[in-house]
């Protein structure tokens, strides 16, 4: 029969799978003899048994008494001993962290007759109520299902009443009269009286922060980190220790470093008088960590030491819960926290400085989408003056968007197109919809730690919180700062950098890490860790990195960008603009000589172009793909083509000669499914002249570079194959033009030529087609489509939200690679091409090549290079990198 539980001293930090990540920190700090209460864990696995049947798996209940029975003997105390309650908490932890999104009920053990004993034996009747109120509203809301909403309410009416600002100022009297309060609410909303049985207590609280795994927030906070759906939660029992016992007791919240900046230093947010949950919720006012010295230096010398011992211990920014009870510090959750991109990389860096971890491993915990966020603009303030309002910087990044003032509003714009900016006095998880939508959020309370704030850092969206100065009115939808008012629908401009808020839309310009590797200047700061880190990256990928560029202009930035050629030029473009005209002439000729005339008109042109490609990138290969598209997308459309004839027809004058033309051939070539259609290598076997001309143009461009002393290395690639027949003619043909350019010219130039593997037969006779490739290069966007049956332009709109919703997709898979269908193509060509020809080289040109994850499985699969657009270039090489590493443990990136 499986284990359901296990105590505090019996797991560890590697047991997050089954402990949840909670649990199995709890039980590392107290292994490592940290002051943790005493508690145990019911697995992951008992969750998931109880969600899938409904009922607790056999023995659960059992192995819980067992244990409670060993906790109550510690404590010398019963669970809810009338005289003097043993009080528990029960807290939610899943494997990976999913701050606030599930629940927890503190207090778990209180009686109409147990508040009694609690005072007597505390000698503090106001801490007494003080809890048994905090487990009503706890109880009431997260396991008997009323509004928490209604519990507020009343809080805050007899606050009105008592005239008191803030929970403080309500004594024991004025608590146990909302005790009755809260009872009474709970009777009327359920038919059901709070239960008075600790364990019944203890039974649906743990049923309930299972049922939590499932809650609403969850699920949307799943599918936005792709935390899998299966994993369920471990649910964490432990002994109460209290905050709210008095000025002397407390609890906050602290990093080991700066969880936006990386810069060394304690953060953090403590609150006299309260439990945990008030911390975050901002029900009060937080005041700095370092306030804690001057109340209780004896317990900020413990916590800083306590927080210096698991830095050490976890070799990585420790984010941690505590509690003060009169003096005494207890430790309630440590774990590695969420970070911004910036302090991914500083911290990372001054970790390997400080002889923490090794170059390797500061690789592995860094990231290439944190790397894209670095990339991205920052506000350019030059002449601006001061800004509207001040916050805490607690997720870096620029954002404009208009104001909005509750989450509903929020989804409800940004479904429609408009970008928002959601402003609240705090965010609870009920806002997660809309900060989701959001690009960024602002609040007016709340620290560094606050829900808005790790949240935010943990999606990568912007935030500013605690602007202290801006005045929220969500009923009136709007808020005032500096005299001005703020109407919900106003432009605003957000800089979670530096923490400031401005009106209206603020210019971008790029930011220091773009700078970098657009010049290659280093500098210190950020843009050295960045560069130490690529360098690291380089030094360890065994990928090569490529870039999709069409241009000379695009080809240099790739370059700059740390590109090793082309895996993708497309000559589309070279066709469209003034150009389109010879295309037109080609598509029209009725003659030999007339076709021949309009591929002449083309040559030079495209002549030009491949030559300022291959200079740009020379001594770099560059992979040139012959023309895909089918030719009507050179054409005028259809329906405004026929519509003008019909019009100057309805005129009654005589309709324009060419465009009836064009209309005659529009219709000929009009395609239903043109993705399927006449495209690709198709098009080169079916016009003729078309391959040699291209190939032409690329040959005597190479003979043109060679002339002028450079280094050209072209490569001819073949689209849309599908039997090795078609690359078969081809590459005859292409042999033909090359041998009788080397002729002309004197100059022996020679292209490899590979073909891409975009279809399912190509990938499955892989072997066959490598007898005629000298490469191949898969086309992972058409692969896509065509393996799944998609038009990607048709299916992204219409049912991909859905698909994602239902859990069909984890991720679109045009995003990132699938592996189990896609991905196994990939493998079955790399294993049958490679056999055929050991030297096949073989690369990505999908937009697959620039995804983080896809990178790692082509790193897997063992293919030369990625190839992806010159922005992406950096990203490449840095997940390159990262996957050729030995299994470190990298920090959870979620
Ligand atoms: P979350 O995952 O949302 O942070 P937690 O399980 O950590 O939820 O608990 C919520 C709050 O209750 C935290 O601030 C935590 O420190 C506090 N808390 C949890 N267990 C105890 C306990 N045994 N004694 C005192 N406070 C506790
Ligand atoms: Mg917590
Ligand atoms: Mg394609």
Same mark, same amino acid.
């Given at each position: 029969?499986?284990?359901?539980?296990?105590?505090?001293? !019996?797991?560890?930090?590697?047991?997050?799978?089954? +402990?949840?990540?909670?649990?199995?920190?709890?039980?590392?700090?107290?292994?490592?003899?940290?002051?943790?209460?005493?508690?145990?864990?019911?697995?992951?696995?008992?969750?998931? /048994?109880?969600?899938?049947?409904?009922?607790?798996?056999?023995?659960?209940?059992?192995?819980?008494?067992?244990?409670?029975?060993?906790?109550?003997?510690?404590?010398?105390?019963?669970?809810?001993?009338?005289?003097?309650?043993?009080?528990?908490?029960?807290?939610?932890?899943?494997?990976?962290?999913?701050?606030?999104?599930?629940?927890?009920?503190?207090?778990?053990?209180?009686?109409?007759?147990?508040?009694?004993?609690?005072?007597?034996?505390?000698?503090?009747?106001?801490?007494?109520?003080?809890?048994?109120?905090?487990?009503?509203?706890?109880?009431?809301?997260?396991?008997?299902?009323?509004?928490?909403?209604?519990?507020?309410?009343?809080?805050?009416?007899?606050?009105?009443?008592?005239?008191?600002?803030?929970?403080?100022?309500?004594?024991?009297?004025?608590?146990?009269?909302?005790? #009755?309060?809260?009872?009474?609410?709970?009777?009327?909303?359920?038919?059901?009286?709070?239960?008075?049985?600790?364990?019944?207590?203890?039974?649906?609280?743990?049923?309930?922060?299972?049922?939590?795994?499932?809650?609403?927030?969850?699920?949307?906070?799943?599918?936005?980190?792709?935390?899998?759906?299966?994993?369920?939660?471990?649910?964490?029992?432990?002994?109460?220790?209290?905050?709210?016992?008095?000025?002397?007791?407390?609890?906050?919240?602290?990093?080991?470093?700066?969880?936006?900046?990386?810069?060394?230093?304690?953060?953090?947010?403590?609150?006299?008088?309260?439990?945990?949950?008030?911390?975050?919720?901002?029900?009060?006012?937080?005041?700095?960590?370092?306030?804690?010295?001057?109340?209780?230096?004896?317990?900020?010398?413990?916590?800083?030491?306590?927080?210096?011992?698991?830095?050490?211990?976890?070799?990585?920014?420790?984010?941690?819960?505590?509690?003060?009870?009169?003096?005494?510090?207890?430790?309630?959750?440590?774990?590695?926290?969420?970070?911004?991109?910036?302090?991914?990389?500083?911290?990372?860096?001054?970790?390997?400085?400080?002889?923490?971890?090794?170059?390797?491993?500061?690789?592995?915990?860094?990231?290439?989408?944190?790397?894209?966020?670095?990339?991205?603009?920052?506000?350019?303030?030059?002449?601006?003056?001061?800004?509207?309002?001040?916050?805490?910087?607690?997720?870096?990044?620029?954002?404009?968007?208009?104001?909005?003032?509750?989450?509903?509003?929020?989804?409800?714009?940004?479904?429609?197109?408009?970008?928002?900016?959601?402003?609240?006095?705090?965010?609870?998880?009920?806002?997660?919809?809309?900060?989701?939508?959001?690009?960024?959020?602002?609040?007016?309370?709340?620290?560094?730690?606050?829900?808005?704030?790790?949240?935010?850092?943990?999606?990568?969206?912007?935030?500013?919180?605690?602007?202290?100065?801006?005045?929220?009115?969500?009923?009136?939808?709007?808020?005032?700062?500096?005299?001005?008012?703020?109407?919900?629908?106003?432009?605003?401009?957000?800089?979670?950098?530096?923490?400031?808020?401005?009106?209206?839309?603020?210019?971008?310009?790029?930011?220091?890490?773009?700078?970098?590797?657009?010049?290659?200047?280093?500098?210190?700061?950020?843009?050295?860790?960045?560069?130490?880190?690529?360098?690291?990256?380089?030094?360890?990928?065994?990928?090569?990195?490529?870039?999709?560029?069409?241009?000379?202009?695009?080809?240099?930035?790739?370059?700059?960008?740390?590109?090793?050629?082309?895996?993708?030029?497309?000559? !589309?473009?070279?066709?469209?603009?003034?150009?389109?005209?010879?295309?037109? /002439?080609?598509?029209?000729?009725?003659?030999?000589?007339?076709?021949?005339?309009?591929?002449?008109?083309?040559?030079?042109?495209?002549?030009?172009?491949?030559?300022?490609?291959?200079?740009?990138?020379?001594?770099?290969?560059?992979?040139?793909?012959?023309?895909?598209?089918?030719?009507?997308?050179?054409?005028?459309?259809?329906?405004?083509? =026929?519509?003008?004839?019909?019009?100057?027809?309805?005129?009654?004058?005589?309709?324009?000669?060419?465009?009836?033309?064009?209309?005659?051939?529009?219709?000929?070539?009009?395609?239903?499914?043109?993705?399927?259609?006449?495209?690709?290598?198709?098009?080169?076997?079916?016009?003729?002249?078309?391959?040699?001309?291209?190939?032409? /143009? *690329?040959? #005597?461009?190479?003979?043109?570079?060679?002339?002028?002393?450079?280094?050209?290395?072209?490569?001819?690639?073949?689209?849309?194959?599908?039997? *090795?027949?078609?690359?078969?003619?081809?590459?005859?043909?292409?042999?033909?033009?090359?041998?009788?350019?080397?002729?002309?010219?004197?100059?022996?130039?020679?292209?490899?030529?590979?073909?891409?593997?975009?279809?399912?037969? /190509?990938?499955?006779?892989?072997?066959?087609?490598?007898?005629?490739?000298?490469?191949?290069?898969?086309?992972?966007?058409?692969?896509?489509?065509?393996?799944?049956?998609?038009?990607?332009?048709?299916?992204?709109?219409?049912?991909?939200?859905?698909?994602?919703?239902?859990?069909?997709?984890?991720?679109?898979?045009?995003?990132?690679?699938?592996? !189990?269908? *896609?991905?196994?193509?990939?493998?079955?060509? *790399?294993?049958?091409?490679?056999?055929?020809?050991?030297?096949?080289?073989?690369?990505?040109?999908?937009?697959?090549?620039?995804?983080?994850?896809?990178?790692?499985?082509?790193?897997?699969?063992?293919?030369?290079?990625?190839?992806?657009?010159?922005?992406?270039?950096?990203?490449?090489? +840095?997940? =390159?990198?990262?996957?050729?590493?030995?299994?470190?443990?990298?920090?959870?990136?979620?």
């Amino acid at each position: 029969m499986p284990r359901y539980v296990y105590d505090f001293t !019996e797991g560890g930090r590697d047991m997050a799978g089954v +402990l949840g990540g909670k649990g199995a920190n709890l039980a590392e700090m107290t292994r490592m003899g940290l002051p943790v209460p005493p508690g145990f864990t019911v697995t992951t696995e008992a969750c998931r /048994a109880f969600l899938a049947s409904g009922t607790e798996p056999e023995g659960l209940q059992q192995e819980i008494a067992g244990r409670l029975a060993a906790l109550e003997r510690t404590a010398g105390r019963r669970l809810g001993q009338p005289d003097d309650p043993l009080l528990l908490s029960v807290r939610s932890g899943a494997r990976f962290s999913m701050p606030g999104m599930m629940d927890t009920i503190l207090d778990i053990g209180l009686t109409d007759e147990s508040v009694l004993g609690l005072a007597k034996v505390s000698g503090q009747d106001r801490f007494a109520w003080d809890s048994y109120r905090r487990l009503l509203q706890m109880f009431g809301s997260t396991v008997m299902g009323v509004d928490g909403a209604l519990f507020e309410n009343a809080l805050a009416a007899l606050k009105t009443a008592r005239n008191a600002p803030d929970d403080l100022h309500l004594d024991a009297a004025d608590l146990a009269g909302l005790v #009755e309060t809260y009872q009474q609410l709970i009777r009327r909303e359920t038919g059901e009286d709070f239960p008075q049985d600790p364990a019944e207590q203890l039974r649906r609280a743990v049923h309930a922060v299972f049922a939590s795994w499932n809650g609403e927030r969850a699920r949307v906070y799943r599918r936005r980190e792709h935390i899998p759906d299966d994993l369920g939660t471990a649910v964490n029992i432990q002994m109460m220790v209290f905050g709210n016992r008095g000025s002397d007791s407390g609890s906050g919240v602290a990093f080991t470093r700066d969880p936006a900046t990386g810069r060394p230093g304690v953060y953090g947010d403590y609150l006299t008088n309260a439990q945990g949950e008030d911390v975050v919720a901002g029900i009060r006012n937080t005041v700095a960590l370092d306030e804690l010295e001057r109340l209780d230096p004896e317990s900020y010398r413990q916590l800083r030491g306590h927080m210096q011992t698991l830095e050490h211990h976890y070799r990585d920014l420790c984010d941690i819960e505590f509690t003060v009870e009169r003096g005494r510090l207890w430790m309630l959750q440590t774990r590695v926290g969420k970070r911004t991109a910036e302090a991914a990389f500083a911290i990372a860096a001054e970790l390997v400085e400080e002889n923490l971890i090794t170059p390797d491993e500061a690789l592995a915990r860094v990231s290439g989408e944190g790397l894209a966020r670095l990339m991205f603009p920052r506000f350019d303030t030059t002449g601006l003056g001061a800004p509207l309002a001040h916050g805490i910087p607690a997720s870096p990044g620029a954002a404009v968007g208009v104001a909005v003032f509750d989450s509903a509003e929020a989804v409800r714009r940004a479904a429609a197109g408009e970008k928002v900016v959601l402003v609240r006095q705090e965010t609870n998880p009920d806002d997660l919809p809309g900060m989701v939508a959001a690009q960024a959020v602002l609040t007016s309370r709340g620290g560094k730690t606050s829900h808005a704030a790790v949240v935010a850092r943990g999606m990568g969206k912007v935030c500013v919180c605690g602007a202290e100065e801006i005045t929220v009115d969500t009923v009136a939808r709007r808020f005032t700062a500096d005299g001005v008012t703020v109407e919900e629908g106003t432009v605003i401009s957000v800089d979670g950098s530096e923490g400031a808020v401005r009106l209206g839309s603020v210019p971008l310009a790029d930011s220091e890490v773009m700078r970098y590797f657009e010049t290659g200047e280093e500098s210190a700061g950020l843009v050295g860790v960045v560069a130490r880190t690529m360098q690291q990256a380089d030094a360890v990928r065994k990928l090569g990195v490529r870039a999709n560029a069409d241009t000379p202009e695009d080809a240099a930035r790739a370059r700059r960008f740390g590109a090793e050629g082309i895996g993708l030029c497309r000559t !589309e473009h070279m066709f469209l603009g003034e150009r389109r005209k010879l295309v037109e /002439a080609m598509i029209l000729a009725r003659t030999d000589a007339e076709r021949d005339r309009a591929l002449e008109g083309l040559l030079p042109l495209q002549r030009q172009d491949f030559v300022g490609i291959l200079a740009a990138m020379d001594g770099l290969p560059v992979t040139i793909r012959l023309l895909d598209p089918p030719l009507h997308e050179f054409l005028p459309d259809r329906t405004e083509l =026929a519509v003008r004839v019909a019009a100057t027809q309805a005129h009654g004058d005589a309709p324009d000669a060419h465009d009836g033309e064009l209309l005659e051939a529009v219709n000929r070539m009009h395609e239903e499914n043109p993705m399927l259609g006449l495209r690709g290598v198709r098009l080169g076997l079916v016009v003729p002249g078309l391959v040699a001309m291209q190939v032409r /143009a *690329v040959a #005597e461009a190479v003979a043109e570079r060679r002339r002028a002393g450079g280094d050209p290395k072209a490569e001819i690639m073949v689209p849309l194959v599908d039997t *090795v027949e078609e690359i078969h003619i081809v590459r005859a043909e292409v042999e033909r033009v090359l041998a009788e350019v080397s002729e002309a010219t004197g100059i022996t130039v020679d292209c490899p030529v590979g073909t891409m593997i975009e279809l399912p037969r /190509a990938a499955l006779t892989a072997g066959r087609i490598a007898e005629e490739a000298a490469f191949f290069s898969f086309g992972t966007n058409d692969l896509t489509q065509t393996t799944w049956g998609f038009s990607r332009d048709d299916v992204e709109a219409a049912f991909f939200s859905a698909y994602l919703e239902q859990g069909i997709f984890k991720v679109s898979p045009f995003e990132t690679i699938d592996r !189990e269908g *896609v991905g196994r193509l990939v493998e079955i060509a *790399v294993t049958e091409g490679r056999a055929a020809r050991p030297d096949l080289k073989i690369g990505v040109c999908g937009e697959h090549g620039g995804d983080p994850d896809s990178v790692h499985f082509f790193h897997g699969v063992g293919l030369d290079y990625v190839s992806c657009s010159p922005f992406r270039v950096p990203i490449a090489r +840095l997940e =390159a990198g990262r996957a050729a590493l030995p299994d470190t443990e990298g920090s959870d990136s979620r």
